[in-house]
């Protein structure tokens, strides 16, 4: 008869699977949650130890994890080793956004694990799934300080604790009871209240984003939305301005030894708290600070002068394009010359010699001019059926032509005619304009599109870094200005408004190009 201890041992070894697999279920649905609060990822990258190393409990929380995640997103595996590879082998930066879940075990390898992955990948979330001390964890959150990052650890039985680095610069722990319900909870841990926290925020005068008056008031769609989210969130802030000259900022240098400018320099160098200001998100910008929330998605385009009208004495030259004008000429020649070809034939028959007028070639050529001219008038002896047939068929050609001529005459000189506008970026291309732009970032952006038109346009744009100056080259007609598109609205209305003489400029929805999703960027809140 077996022992009572022996029984115990033999139910908890028969019982373990389903327990690991419970708990691997409980898990996973909070990782599920926790990923799917806020976050607009498309995808998810799962990156675990090597299989050498790799616990048997950790492989089927793993398994678990990317069968249910993998029904609704794409999955990613990566091994931790090949994040090495990648280094290695000059990995280029996804530009596409992507949740992070690190399933690990040993501690002192975390920091370069999380290092490798926000150097290799554009990374929303990142949560870790670990088996460490509370104390351990929360030496890492203010190692790292990202509240984008989150510590999954697992305890006996059902329970789990959520760390996290919150928005106020403190920790945040959150007990997920087994019994409990999972999104209340991660709900509590999302949770943010800044308790009266003073913020420094960046910014930059690009209307009509954000206006700076010249008294110092800062007005605008973004500071509004600051002041909203102070209310909200309970904090309070001073905005300081970037230099003019800078602006958004650009990264000089190599690796280990980059410097930073404009407002991308105020946060990497942790001068400020927020930066707002018409930001793009940017897989260049993304490993040195962190996007917001997406609040809209921006359009881009060119600014070009507006063709003015013709002069009035042009109307002796515009009233028919340049290839009506070819082919009359080239018309009237081949008339004169065939008109003495068919003289000279007629004039082999004794009876047409005495009175063919057209085999004088002078007189051939005023008569065509004549023509032209709308002179109809016709010599009374022509004997030839050629010339006949042949001076019927021109006098008809010539009536169309005169009766054309005359219509847009009359047209030009009642109404001023102005050139077609530049509406197509083949047109710009293909224009003489400077095409001026306000630091490097589109430069660089439209030098690596797949797009041959893209890219031509990037090989002409020509730097510039003075925002008010690029709008007042327009009224010289030689320059083209890119910028956003509501940007180039307002400052329209403003540098170079319409006058009695018609529109300054012209802006064609048909330039514009959607490049990416705007966003708030911040290094910390």
């Known amino acids: 008869?077996?022992?009572?201890?022996?029984?115990?041992?033999?139910?908890?070894?028969?019982?373990?699977?389903?327990?690991?697999?419970?708990?691997?279920?409980?898990?996973?649905?909070?990782?599920?949650?926790?990923?799917?609060?806020?976050?607009?990822?498309?995808?998810?990258?799962?990156?675990?130890?090597?299989?050498?190393?790799?616990?048997?409990?950790?492989?089927?929380?793993?398994?678990?994890?990317?069968?249910?995640?993998?029904?609704?997103?794409?999955?990613?595996?990566?091994?931790?080793?090949?994040?090495?590879?990648?280094?290695?082998?000059?990995?280029?930066?996804?530009?596409?956004?992507?949740?992070?879940?690190?399933?690990?075990?040993?501690?002192?390898?975390?920091?370069?694990?999380?290092?490798?992955?926000?150097?290799?990948?554009?990374?929303?979330?990142?949560?870790?799934?670990?088996?460490?001390?509370?104390?351990?964890?929360?030496?890492?959150?203010?190692?790292?300080?990202?509240?984008?990052?989150?510590?999954?650890?697992?305890?006996?039985?059902?329970?789990?604790?959520?760390?996290?680095?919150?928005?106020?610069?403190?920790?945040?722990?959150?007990t997920i009871r087994s019994h409990s319900n999972v999104e209340t909870e991660i709900a509590k841990n999302q949770s943010v209240n800044l308790s009266g926290r003073h913020l420094m925020i960046a910014t930059l005068n690009f209307p009509p984003v954000v206006v700076i008056d010249t008294d110092g008031r800062i007005r605008g769609f973004e500071p509004l939305v600051m002041e909203t989210l102070a209310d909200y969130l309970k904090f309070t802030f001073d905005f300081v301005q970037a230099s003019p000259n800078e602006m958004w900022g650009e990264i000089f240098g190599t690796e280990g030894n980059f410097s930073f400018t404009g407002l991308w320099g105020m946060l990497v160098r942790k001068e400020v708290d927020v930066a707002i200001g018409n930001l793009y998100m940017s897989s260049i910008r993304a490993p040195f600070i962190s996007y917001a929330v997406v609040h809209t998605i921006s359009y881009e385009t060119f600014i070009v002068p507006a063709q003015q009208?013709?002069?009035?004495?042009?109307?002796?030259?515009?009233?028919?394009?340049?290839?009506?004008?070819?082919?009359?000429?080239?018309?009237?020649?081949?008339?004169?010359?065939?008109?003495?070809?068919?003289?000279?034939?007629?004039?082999?028959?004794?009876?047409?010699?005495?009175?063919?007028?057209?085999?004088?070639?002078?007189?051939?050529?005023?008569?065509?001019?004549?023509?032209?001219?709308?002179?109809?008038v016709q010599p009374q002896n022509i004997i030839s059926n050629a010339n006949r047939m042949f001076i019927i068929w021109w006098l008809f050609g010539t009536l169309i032509l005169t009766t054309g001529y005359r219509s847009g005459l009359i047209s030009y000189m009642t109404f001023p005619f102005t050139p077609p506008s530049i509406d197509t970026l083949q047109q710009l291309v293909d224009s003489p304009l400077k095409k001026v732009v306000f630091g490097g970032f589109l430069k660089s952006i439209l030098l690596n599109s797949t797009n041959e038109l893209e890219k031509k346009i990037g090989q002409d744009l020509i730097v510039n870094y003075n925002l008010t100056g690029m709008f007042l080259s327009l009224e010289s007609g030689t320059s083209a200005v890119q910028s956003n598109l509501n940007n180039l609205l307002y400052m329209a209305a403003t540098y170079v408004p319409d006058d009695d003489s018609g529109p300054k400029v012209h802006l064609s929805k048909a330039l514009s190009y959607r490049l990416g999703i705007q966003r708030l960027d911040c290094r910390r809140i």
Not at 29 to 57: M, N
Not at 342 to 348: D, E, F, G, I, P
Request: include cysteine; charged fraction near 15%.
């Open 1 to 174: 008869m077996l022992s009572p201890i022996i029984i115990v041992l033999l139910l908890t070894l028969m019982a373990n699977p389903l327990v690991v697999s419970r708990d691997n279920q409980r898990t996973t649905e909070v990782l599920l949650e926790l990923l799917g609060v806020g976050s607009k990822c498309p995808s998810t990258i799962v990156v675990y130890e090597d299989k050498e190393k790799f616990h048997e409990d950790n492989g089927l929380l793993v398994d678990e994890f990317v069968k249910i995640n993998q029904q609704s997103n794409p999955v990613t595996l990566i091994e931790i080793s090949s994040l090495n590879l990648m280094m290695q082998n000059h990995w280029t930066t996804e530009p596409v956004c992507q949740n992070v879940v690190i399933f690990i075990r040993r501690i002192a390898t975390l920091t370069s694990v999380y290092q490798q992955v926000k150097r290799n990948f554009y990374v929303d979330k990142v949560t870790v799934v670990a088996r460490f001390s509370p104390e351990e964890t929360l030496g890492l959150l203010f190692e790292i300080q990202n509240e984008n990052l989150f510590f999954l650890l697992e305890k006996i039985g059902r329970d789990l604790e959520l760390y996290s680095w919150t928005k106020n610069n403190r920790t945040s722990v959150t």
């Open 309 to 376: 009208p013709y002069a009035k004495w042009t109307a002796l030259f515009y009233s028919f394009t340049w290839p009506t004008w070819m082919a009359t000429i080239a018309s009237a020649i081949v008339v004169i010359i065939m008109l003495r070809l068919v003289a000279t034939y007629s004039s082999q028959t004794p009876q047409s010699s005495r009175n063919n007028v057209f085999a004088d070639f002078q007189f051939c050529c005023l008569y065509v001019i004549g023509n032209l001219a709308n002179m109809q």
